[in-house]
C-alpha cells in the first residue's frame, strides 16, 4: 500500500518538476536543439528513455548478443541437427544401455543426417556423439540445441499467459479501488505467500494424472503461480495513470468505465510491465529445468536442458568421469539465463525512480 | 506498535485459510477415488472400502464440507476416536514413503532447521563483507569483481553451481559427501549411548562429546551450505553495496570524517550500522525462505530434510504427502513471517514509535 503511494507521489513531483512552468526561456531552448525521432514520437518521451537505456551499456549489450545467438539456435535448430524420428523434441537415443558414452564416441543407431556444416567443422564423415550421451544413450549435442527451443517456447507460453493474468487481475483492481481492490491485492498476497517452487511441484504433481506426462502439466502450475507480481506492478502504474487529467476528462464526457481502462489508462501504463515480463523468459526457464531436473513434468527423452541435468542425479559418485552430462547442459543454461539477467540489470537501472529523468 | 502487532496477528488465520483453500482446492482436480488416498492408511482391499472412505470424508459432495471434514476429521460416534483432521496433526498417510506424513515431518525438519542455521552464518556475514567493500572501493577492481561475482551468482540455478560442486569436491576430490552422515556415524548415533537432546545431529553430537560425529556432520552439509550461501550472496553483495554507497553519500558521514576520525571508524561505526536496515528485512525472509524447505539444494545433495521429502512425493506422484507438506511450510513460512515482521518493527523506531 505505503509502497504504491511513495511511486504515486514520485510520479506526481517528478511533473511537477519537470513541466516547464512560466516563460523558462533556457529550457525551451535546451528542447529546440533535441531532434525528436520518429521511434521517440511514437512510444512517448519515458518510453523511448527506457528503450535507450536498455542498449547502452556494455553488460546489457552482452546480454543481447546471448539472448540472439540462444534465438539463432532455437530458430536453426532443424539445420543444425536434423530432427530423427517423428518426434523432434524427442532425443534420439543410440541403444538402450544405461552408462553414459564419453564425447566423441560414435554414433551408431538413430543417426540424424548430417548437416552441411559437420564435415568442416569436426572433419569426421560419420555422426560421433559430440558432448557425449546421457544415461539411456540420450544424445546430448541434440538435447541441448532442440532444448533451445522448448526454453523458448516455454518461456513464451508462460510469460504471455502470466502477463495476460496479472494484467486483468491488476487492473482491475487498480480501476475500481475501495473493496474491490483490497479482496484483490489480499488474495494476490495470499498467493505470494506460498513457496513457488513448492507449488508448481505440487500442482504438477496434481496434474499429470489428469493430463498424462507431457509440457503441458508444468508449463500450467507455472502459469497459476507465477502471475502475482505482473499485478502488483501494473497496479501501482494504472493508480499512478488514473490521476492524470486526461482520465478525468473521459471521465466527465461520460465515456463507460471499461473503455477509459482498456482504451486510456492501459496503453499509457502497460508498457513497463511489457518489458520487465519479457526478461522474465529468463526465470520462466530456470524454474522449468528446475521441475524437470526433480523429475516431474515432462516425459523421459523429451529434449529440455533441466532432463539431461536430471540424468546426472543417478551419477554422482563417478561425476569426475561424467562431467559432461553436467557441464554442457549446465553451461547452456547459465549463459542462457545470464543473458536474460544483464538486459535485465540494465533494466532496473533505467526503471528505477531515482534515476528518472537523467539522461 | 502493540496495534501493528495485533492487526499482523490477526491478519495470520486469514492468510493461513487462503493459503489451506488453494492449496486443497487443487485437490479438486482429482477425481473423488484419487482424493480417497488422502485417507487410506493401506492399500485398499476392495472398492467398498474406498466408497466407504469416500462417503465418510465427503469426498463426493460440495469443496465446502469436503474442506471441513479434512481440517477437522472425523470423529467416531461410538469410541469418540478422531480419524483424519489436519488440525489435529493428522496429515494423511505417505504412500511412497509408507508412514504417516506427521511423521515425515517430525524426522525431517529438525534437519532441515539445521541446515538453514548453519546457513544464516557464512551467507550473511561474507555477502554484507563483500558488499561493504564493494561500495567503499567503489568503481576499481574490486568493487567490478563484486559486481561480476553478484552477477554469475544469480545466473547459476541451484542444481547447476550444486552438481558442479559435487563433482569438484566430491567426485574428484573426496573431500565433503552428500547424504546425511556416514554409516558408521549412523549406527552410533542410532545406538542407546547417544542421547539426542535436540535432534540436531551437529549440536548433538557436541552435547555427547563425540567430535568425529560432528566433524562427519559438518563434511556433509558444507556443499549444501556453500551452494545456499553462493546463491544468496549475489543479493546481498547487490542490495548492501547500493545501501552503503547511498549511506556514504549522507551529510552525517561527512561530518564524522570532517571530525578526523579514521576511515575505518567512519565506515564500521558510522555508516555500517545505518546502511544494514534493509539487510535485515532480507535476512528474514532468507532465513524463512531456508526454513520452508530448499527443494532443490536438498535433492541435489541427497540431505534428508522437507524439501527433499517433498520433491521424492512429487515425483512418485504422491498427491497426499506433497499437500501435506506444502500446508506444513506454508504454516512455517506464514509463522516466521510474523516473528521477522515483529522483530523488525521492534528494530526499527520508525515503525516503533508510530
Given at each position: 500500500?505505503?509502497?504504491?503511494?511513495?511511486?504515486?507521489?514520485?510520479e506526481?513531483?517528478?511533473?511537477?518538476?519537470?513541466?516547464?512552468?512560466?516563460?523558462?526561456?533556457?529550457?525551451?531552448?535546451?528542447?529546440?536543439?533535441?531532434?525528436?525521432?520518429?521511434?521517440?514520437?511514437?512510444?512517448?518521451?519515458?518510453?523511448?528513455?527506457?528503450?535507450?537505456?536498455?542498449?547502452?551499456?556494455?553488460?546489457?549489450?552482452?546480454?543481447?548478443?546471448?539472448?540472439?545467438?540462444?534465438?539463432?539456435?532455437?530458430?536453426?535448430?532443424?539445420?543444425?541437427?536434423?530432427?530423427?524420428?517423428r518426434?523432434?523434441?524427442?532425443?534420439?537415443?543410440?541403444?538402450?544401455?544405461?552408462?553414459?558414452?564419453?564425447?566423441?564416441?560414435?554414433?551408431?543407431?538413430?543417426?540424424?543426417?548430417?548437416?552441411?556444416?559437420?564435415?568442416?567443422?569436426?572433419?569426421?564423415?560419420?555422426?560421433?556423439?559430440i558432448?557425449?550421451?546421457?544415461q539411456?544413450q540420450?544424445?546430448?549435442?541434440?538435447?541441448?540445441?532442440?532444448?533451445?527451443?522448448?526454453?523458448?517456447?516455454?518461456?513464451?507460453?508462460?510469460?504471455?499467459?502470466?502477463?495476460?493474468?496479472?494484467?486483468?487481475?491488476?487492473?482491475?483492481?487498480a480501476?475500481?479501488?475501495?473493496?474491490?481492490?483490497?479482496?484483490?491485492?489480499?488474495?494476490?498476497?495470499?498467493f505470494?505467500?506460498?513457496?513457488?517452487?513448492?507449488?508448481a511441484?505440487?500442482?504438477?504433481?496434481?496434474?499429470?494424472?489428469?493430463?498424462?506426462?507431457?509440457?503441458?502439466?508444468?508449463?500450467?502450475?507455472?502459469?497459476?503461480?507465477?502471475?502475482?507480481g505482473?499485478?502488483?506492478?501494473?497496479?501501482?502504474?494504472?493508480?499512478?495513470?488514473?490521476?492524470?487529467?486526461?482520465?478525468?476528462?473521459?471521465?466527465?464526457?461520460?465515456?463507460?468505465?471499461?473503455?477509459?481502462?482498456?482504451?486510456?489508462?492501459?496503453?499509457?501504463?502497460?508498457?513497463?510491465?511489457?518489458?520487465?515480463?519479457?526478461?522474465?523468459?529468463?526465470?520462466?526457464?530456470?524454474?522449468?529445468?528446475?521441475?524437470?531436473?526433480?523429475?516431474?513434468?515432462?516425459?523421459?527423452?523429451?529434449?529440455?536442458w533441466?532432463?539431461?541435468?536430471?540424468?546426472?542425479?543417478?551419477?554422482?559418485?563417478?561425476?569426475?568421469?561424467?562431467?559432461?552430462?553436467?557441464?554442457?547442459?549446465?553451461?547452456?543454461?547459465?549463459?542462457?539465463?545470464?543473458?536474460?539477467?544483464l538486459?535485465?540489470?540494465?533494466?532496473?537501472?533505467?526503471?528505477?525512480?531515482?534515476?528518472r529523468?537523467?539522461s | 506498535?502493540?496495534?501493528?502487532?495485533i492487526?499482523?496477528?490477526?491478519?495470520?488465520?486469514?492468510?493461513?485459510?487462503g493459503?489451506?483453500?488453494?492449496?486443497?482446492?487443487?485437490?479438486?482436480?482429482?477425481?473423488?477415488?484419487?482424493?480417497?488416498?488422502?485417507?487410506?492408511?493401506?492399500?485398499?482391499?476392495?472398492?467398498?472400502?474406498?466408497?466407504?472412505?469416500?462417503?465418510?470424508?465427503a469426498?463426493?459432495?460440495?469443496?465446502?464440507?469436503?474442506?471441513?471434514?479434512?481440517?477437522?476429521?472425523?470423529?467416531?460416534?461410538?469410541?469418540?476416536?478422531?480419524?483424519?483432521?489436519?488440525?489435529?496433526?493428522?496429515?494423511?498417510?505417505s504412500?511412497?514413503?509408507?508412514?504417516?506424513?506427521?511423521?515425515?515431518?517430525?524426522?525431517?525438519?529438525?534437519?532441515?532447521?539445521?541446515?538453514?542455521?548453519?546457513?544464516?552464518?557464512?551467507?550473511?556475514?561474507?555477502?554484507?563483507?563483500?558488499?561493504?567493500?564493494?561500495?567503499?572501493?567503489?568503481?576499481?577492481?574490486?568493487?567490478?569483481?563484486a559486481?561480476?561475482?553478484?552477477?554469475?551468482?544469480?545466473?547459476?540455478?541451484?542444481?547447476?553451481?550444486?552438481?558442479?560442486?559435487?563433482?569438484?569436491?566430491?567426485?574428484?576430490?573426496?573431500?565433503?559427501?552428500?547424504?546425511?552422515?556416514?554409516?558408521?556415524?549412523?549406527?552410533?548415533?542410532?545406538?542407546?549411548?547417544?542421547v539426542?537432546?535436540?535432534?540436531?545431529?551437529?549440536?548433538?553430537?557436541l552435547?555427547?562429546?563425540?567430535?568425529?560425529?560432528?566433524?562427519?556432520?559438518?563434511?556433509?552439509?558444507?556443499l549444501?551450505?556453500?551452494?545456499?550461501?553462493y546463491?544468496?550472496?549475489?543479493?546481498?553483495?547487490?542490495?548492501?553495496?547500493?545501501?552503503?554507497?547511498?549511506?556514504?553519500?549522507?551529510?552525517?558521514?561527512?561530518?564524522?570524517?570532517?571530525?578526523?576520525?579514521?576511515?575505518?571508524?567512519?565506515?564500521?561505526?558510522?555508516?555500517?550500522?545505518?546502511?544494514?536496515?534493509?539487510?535485515?528485512?532480507?535476512a528474514?525472509?532468507?532465513?524463512?525462505?531456508?526454513?520452508?524447505?530448499?527443494?532443490?539444494?536438498?535433492?541435489?545433495?541427497?540431505?534428508?530434510?522437507?524439501?527433499?521429502?517433498?520433491?521424492?512425493?512429487?515425483?512418485?506422484?504422491?498427491?497426499?504427502?506433497?499437500?501435506?507438506?506444502?500446508?506444513?511450510?506454508?504454516?512455517?513460512?506464514?509463522?516466521?513471517?510474523?516473528?521477522?515482521?515483529?522483530?523488525?518493527?521492534?528494530?526499527?523506531?520508525?515503525?516503533?514509535?508510530?
Amino acid at each position: 500500500m505505503t509502497e504504491d503511494k511513495i511511486i504515486a507521489d514520485q510520479e506526481v513531483n517528478r511533473e511537477s518538476m519537470e513541466a516547464p512552468s512560466g516563460d523558462n526561456f533556457m529550457l525551451e531552448e535546451a528542447h529546440s536543439d533535441r531532434k525528436i525521432t520518429r521511434l521517440e514520437r511514437w512510444l512517448g518521451p519515458e518510453n523511448y528513455r527506457i528503450l535507450r537505456g536498455l542498449v547502452k551499456t556494455p553488460a546489457s549489450i552482452i546480454g543481447f548478443i546471448l539472448v540472439f545467438i540462444f534465438l539463432m539456435v532455437a530458430i536453426f535448430a532443424p539445420v543444425i541437427i536434423p530432427p530423427v524420428g517423428r518426434d523432434p523434441y524427442k532425443m534420439p537415443r543410440d541403444g538402450f544401455s544405461g552408462e553414459p558414452k564419453p564425447m566423441g564416441a560414435e554414433w551408431k543407431r538413430n543417426k540424424p543426417e548430417i548437416p552441411f556444416w559437420y564435415k568442416a567443422v569436426t572433419g569426421k564423415d560419420k555422426w560421433v556423439h559430440i558432448l557425449g550421451t546421457a544415461q539411456g544413450q540420450y544424445d546430448i549435442f541434440y538435447g541441448i540445441i532442440w532444448g533451445t527451443r522448448t526454453a523458448f517456447k516455454t518461456g513464451f507460453i508462460v510469460v504471455v499467459a502470466t502477463v495476460l493474468i496479472g494484467v486483468i487481475v491488476g487492473s482491475i483492481a487498480a480501476y475500481y479501488g475501495g473493496l474491490t481492490d483490497n479482496i484483490i491485492m489480499r488474495f494476490v498476497d495470499i498467493f505470494m505467500t506460498l513457496p513457488y517452487i513448492m507449488m508448481a511441484l505440487i500442482l504438477t504433481s496434481v496434474l499429470t494424472p489428469v493430463l498424462g506426462k507431457s509440457i503441458l502439466p508444468p508449463l500450467i502450475a507455472m502459469i497459476s503461480f507465477g502471475w502475482m507480481g505482473y499485478a502488483r506492478i501494473i497496479r501501482s502504474d494504472i493508480l499512478s495513470i488514473k490521476e492524470r487529467d486526461f482520465v478525468l476528462a473521459a471521465k466527465v464526457s461520460g465515456v463507460k468505465n471499461s473503455r477509459i481502462l482498456f482504451k486510456h489508462i492501459l496503453p499509457n501504463a502497460i508498457f513497463p510491465t511489457l518489458v520487465l515480463a519479457s526478461l522474465g523468459i529468463g526465470d520462466v526457464v530456470l524454474s522449468f529445468a528446475a521441475l524437470s531436473f526433480l523429475g516431474i513434468g515432462t516425459q523421459e527423452g523429451y529434449a529440455d536442458w533441466g532432463q539431461i541435468l536430471s540424468f546426472a542425479r543417478n551419477w554422482i559418485t563417478s561425476l569426475d568421469r561424467y562431467w559432461y552430462i553436467v557441464v554442457w547442459p549446465g553451461l547452456t543454461l547459465v549463459l542462457f539465463v545470464m543473458g536474460w539477467n544483464l538486459i535485465g540489470d540494465a533494466m532496473r537501472d533505467v526503471l528505477d525512480p531515482r534515476m528518472r529523468g537523467k539522461s | 506498535m502493540t496495534n501493528y502487532i495485533i492487526r499482523r496477528l490477526l491478519l495470520v488465520p486469514v492468510i493461513l485459510f487462503g493459503v489451506s483453500v488453494i492449496i486443497m482446492g487443487m485437490l479438486q482436480l482429482l477425481g473423488p477415488i484419487e482424493r480417497s488416498a488422502l485417507y487410506v492408511k493401506d492399500f485398499p482391499k476392495n472398492d467398498r472400502q474406498v466408497d466407504g472412505i469416500i462417503k465418510k470424508y465427503a469426498l463426493d459432495r460440495p469443496f465446502h464440507e469436503q474442506y471441513w471434514r479434512w481440517l477437522t476429521g472425523v470423529k467416531d460416534p461410538v469410541t469418540g476416536h478422531r480419524e483424519g483432521g489436519v488440525l489435529y496433526g493428522d496429515f494423511g498417510y505417505s504412500r511412497s514413503a509408507s508412514q504417516p506424513v506427521i511423521d515425515i515431518i517430525r524426522t525431517r525438519f529438525p534437519n532441515t532447521v539445521e541446515l538453514a542455521l548453519w546457513t544464516v552464518v557464512p551467507m550473511l556475514s561474507i555477502g554484507i563483507w563483500l558488499g561493504i567493500k564493494a561500495a567503499v572501493y567503489q568503481n576499481t577492481w574490486v568493487d567490478q569483481l563484486a559486481r561480476m561475482f553478484s552477477i554469475v551468482g544469480t545466473s547459476f540455478p541451484t542444481f547447476v553451481f550444486g552438481l558442479l560442486v559435487l563433482i569438484l569436491f566430491y567426485a574428484k576430490l573426496g573431500w565433503f559427501m552428500p547424504g546425511k552422515m556416514s554409516d558408521w556415524a549412523n549406527q552410533v548415533v542410532r545406538s542407546p549411548q547417544f542421547v539426542n537432546y535436540t535432534k540436531l545431529l551437529t549440536i548433538d553430537s557436541l552435547l555427547n562429546g563425540r567430535f568425529d560425529i560432528f566433524w562427519d556432520a559438518l563434511r556433509h552439509m558444507i556443499l549444501p551450505i556453500l551452494t545456499l550461501s553462493y546463491i544468496n550472496w549475489a543479493t546481498y553483495v547487490r542490495v548492501m553495496r547500493s545501501s552503503m554507497l547511498e549511506t556514504l553519500r549522507m551529510d552525517y558521514v561527512t561530518t564524522a570524517r570532517a571530525k578526523g576520525l579514521t576511515e575505518g571508524v567512519v565506515i564500521n561505526q558510522h555508516a555500517r550500522p545505518n546502511a544494514m536496515l534493509p539487510i535485515v528485512t532480507m535476512a528474514g525472509m532468507s532465513v524463512v525462505g531456508l526454513l520452508g524447505g530448499v527443494i532443490i539444494t536438498e535433492t541435489v545433495f541427497n540431505y534428508p530434510g522437507i524439501g527433499k521429502a517433498t520433491a521424492d512425493a512429487a515425483a512418485n506422484l504422491d498427491v497426499v504427502t506433497t499437500i501435506g507438506m506444502a500446508i506444513f511450510s506454508g504454516f512455517i513460512l506464514i509463522i516466521s513471517n510474523l516473528i521477522v515482521d515483529v522483530m523488525y518493527a521492534v528494530i526499527d523506531p520508525r515503525v516503533r514509535l508510530s
